[in-house]
């Protein structure tokens, strides 16, 4: 048995993270082969071929059902139901809705849904209709970062979109129990000063978390705690058993049968985790901690012995088979990451002495320390990031969260339909027990550890070693050989003979990195949104640390549009700049004593490349687009043409002034749009590679076909960030080697399917 759930557990990872999505009736079929292989191997291909074969089915159901591309642009007639909290953004509504295209033989998927500038203040369980803006997921693609699709396809959403309607008709107002629970939490909490901490643990509702509290909770490492997960669910499991078993002692029911106490028990204890994970929007851990309470509860009432290790197999498998598009999800795999540390640390300690109180209370201490410590390289691993507060933060406010507010909640719960008054004056004493947690939270985070940033790459590395030295000591040799390979890209150069330009997937923006030896210069930064999303610290970022580099020589800012300066604040506290270039420089640019005005006829050095600026000159126009640095970088051999938003008006004058124009590599100027990339420009630059930064169904509709066609005209080869993701280009003298995060995977993996759904990525 545990050789089958390894295997079926083994295919369903694989199948998740093909480039293509196979036939599950292939799979399925050629499952008949597993029994003419020996005994001992014939469970494991088993295994894995169904493991193969479930995730593809569901993979190509997912693939079916998303947004149509034809879609894209246009206005739908919908009806839409809310099934989740709609959670409050900068001037409106964000929530998931289960969404029906009107008409005979139409669409109809789950999308999340932002309804921007209304009055109306949409609630969970109503039914609605308007027109909406769809696309299908669309995410950025670089080889480090957010992924914005896979957390879509993990949550089962087929795509996004924004109600488009002036007139929306209400169909149907009546709310869900979940939703008047929350309104009556609301008012009774009004008062608090944790409002938004309660609502999180009693209900799973974290919209009223701000980026200050969450900033909080990331560098103490204790996010956990506030999001209904198998920790809470299993402590309310816990606490209802003991209870009902204490009542049937006490009332002396059922003591002639002891057996049918312990069934009657665990079942009104699962049902009450039932209702609690309810509450909670039944979210994917409270499901995965749901789900393992009933196996554990089945197994005990069927006197089924398992191994820790089958049980945990057994477990993940569960949840594969329910919850398919969880295998996604970062979520999933800090759970069991969690539950195998504990499992470890039991059979470690197995033999530990704690009878008394005190030896108990060393015990759990002791065990909270280490577990904390453990789940290092598995956070690490996941999240790219941990916080070294974390183990500190935790051994105090889990007891805390667990032990006293936990129990609170649940009778605040209870009370709460029953009598408002009585609960209010609940939510007092809950409300003192967050203000310690934030108290002890804030206290420890003055030590200043922040959190810790490592590469993907390292961490990989480093957790094969450790799992090879654990499983073989004597094949430790192997280990440090692989743990030694991030040490080898560490110092590794760019070729002496080569130099690099990387244009990062930032979405409708511009954001470009050039590294030549050492020296890194970043040109435009991204977008910046009116929620307070920063793209860069998602993308560029990420891109930047995953390269190993703290430090940026030259920081070129275009000009001010906020698609191109977007990250620039963000990017100044968290990178070490030595220099700032801009055309015109914003109030914080000009306190800096590094700041550089763009001006033509400026030049410096980029390790072996020379920069030139082409544009702007004095007096600045008036549009801000013609404002923009115009860079020409070039080794002697090589060069690459940065143009910013500049519009037809100052390419016809940089061709005039016969400037040096002609470049390998230009960066389309503004995304492409009709107005700009004239016939003149074109030949006179005569490039062989043009970029379009951009973002995938745009709603200017860039690139432009015209200019689309002009370019494809003149021979050059087009590269578009919505379809490819980060493109990189390494510019050698003999040759350029392109290659992209969609076409050609990120690090040191390939592509995934789900990465070439949508748009133009279907005919890449």
């Not at 700049?577 to 004593?593: F, H, T, Y």
Request: include cysteine; charge should be positive; proline fraction near 4%.
């Amino acid at each position: 048995m545990q050789t089958a759930l390894f295997g079926f557990i083994a295919g369903a990872i694989i199948a998740a993270n093909l480039p293509i999505v196979p036939s599950p009736w292939i799979a399925i079929a050629t499952s008949a082969i597993a029994l003419c292989l020996p005994k001992r191997l014939a469970p494991f291909v088993l295994g894995v071929l169904l493991g193969l074969g479930w995730i593809s089915f569901h993979n190509q159901q997912y693939e079916a059902q998303l947004v149509p591309d034809a879609f894209a642009g246009r206005d739908i007639t919908t009806t839409n139901k809310i099934i989740s909290l709609p959670q409050r953004i900068d001037d409106g509504w964000r929530f998931v809705a289960e969404t029906k295209q009107e008409g005979e033989e139409a669409w109809h998927g789950t999308l999340r849904l932002s309804w921007y500038r209304t009055d109306e203040i949409p609630k969970m369980g109503e039914i609605w209709r308007f027109d909406v803006r769809l696309k299908p997921p669309v995410g950025f693609a670089n080889q480090s970062g957010r992924d914005y699709e896979r957390f879509l396809l993990s949550q089962g959403l087929h795509g996004t979109g924004y109600v488009r309607s002036k007139a929306p008709e209400l169909l149907n107002q009546k709310q869900t129990a979940r939703a008047l629970l929350r309104q009556k939490l609301l008012v009774v909490t009004e008062d608090s000063n944790h409002q938004d901490l309660i609502l999180a643990l009693a209900m799973g509702d974290r919209s009223l978390l701000n980026s200050d509290r969450w900033e909080l909770l990331r560098e103490t490492g204790t996010a956990h705690l506030i999001a209904i997960s198998g920790l809470h669910i299993g402590f309310v499991y816990w606490l209802v058993n003991g209870l009902c078993r204490v009542f049937n002692t006490r009332l002396n029911v059922t003591s002639q049968y002891p057996r049918a106490r312990m069934i009657i028990c665990s079942l009104f204890a699962l049902g009450c985790c039932a209702v609690y994970a309810q509450i909670s929007g039944m979210a994917l851990p409270a499901q995965r901690a749901l789900l393992a309470i009933t196996v554990w509860c089945a197994l005990q009432a069927l006197q089924i012995r398992l191994s820790r290790t089958e049980l945990l197999l057994a477990l993940l498998a569960g949840v594969i088979i329910v919850s398919p598009y969880a295998l996604y999800g970062i979520s999933l795999w800090l759970s069991f990451g969690a539950v195998a540390n504990i499992a470890l640390l039991n059979w470690l300690w197995r033999k530990r002495s704690r009878t008394n109180f005190v030896g108990r209370l060393i015990y759990v201490l002791t065990f909270q320390l280490v577990l904390s410590v453990l789940l290092v390289p598995v956070s690490s691993l996941l999240l790219g990031f941990f916080a070294p507060l974390s183990p500190l933060a935790n051994m105090v406010v889990v007891p805390l969260i667990t032990l006293l507010t936990l129990p609170l909640m649940m009778l605040l719960l209870v009370i709460l339909p029953i009598s408002p008054t009585f609960a209010s004056w609940l939510a007092i004493p809950i409300d003192e027990l967050f203000s310690l947690f934030v108290y002890w939270l804030t206290l420890i985070t003055q030590l200043d550890l922040g959190v810790i940033e490592w590469p993907s790459t390292l961490l990989v590395c480093l957790f094969a070693a450790l799992l090879i030295t654990l499983s073989n000591r004597r094949l430790w040799p192997m280990a440090v050989c692989i743990a030694s390979i991030p040490l080898v890209m560490a110092f590794r150069q760019i070729d002496d003979q080569s130099w690099q330009v990387d244009v990062i997937d930032v979405g409708q923006g511009l954001s470009v990195v050039v590294q030549s030896e050492n020296d890194v210069l970043v040109y435009d930064v991204g977008n910046r949104f009116r929620s307070g999303f920063v793209v860069a610290e998602h993308s560029l970022h990420q891109v930047l640390k995953a390269k190993g580099i703290r430090k940026i020589d030259w920081l070129v800012l275009s000009h001010n549009d906020i698609d191109h300066v977007g990250g620039a604040q963000s990017t100044l506290s968290k990178f070490d700049v030595e220099n700032i270039m801009q055309p015109k420089p914003d109030r914080q640019s000009a306190r800096l004593g590094n700041y550089h005005y763009c001006r033509r006829g400026q030049s410096f050095r980029l390790g072996d490349l020379e920069v030139k600026v082409l544009h702007p000159a004095n007096p600045l126009t008036r549009n801000k687009n013609n404002h923009s640095c115009v860079l020409h970088i070039s080794d002697g051999h090589r060069s690459i043409l940065l143009t910013g938003d500049i519009e037809a008006s100052i390419e016809k004058a940089l061709v005039e002034k016969r400037l040096q124009l002609k470049a390998d590599l230009v960066v389309a100027p503004h995304h492409g749009s009709k107005s700009s990339s004239s016939a003149a420009f074109i030949e006179a630059v005569e490039p062989d590679y043009v970029v379009f930064s951009r973002g995938a169904y745009n709603r200017y509709g860039m690139p432009h076909s015209g200019v689309v066609n002009r370019y494809r005209n003149s021979g050059s080869r087009l590269l578009d960030t919505a379809c490819l993701g980060q493109i990189t280009l390494k510019m050698a003298k003999t040759e350029i080697e392109v290659t992209s995060t969609r076409v050609d995977g990120a690090s040191l993996f390939w592509p995934f399917w789900y990465q070439s759904l949508s748009g133009c990525r279907r005919a890449m």
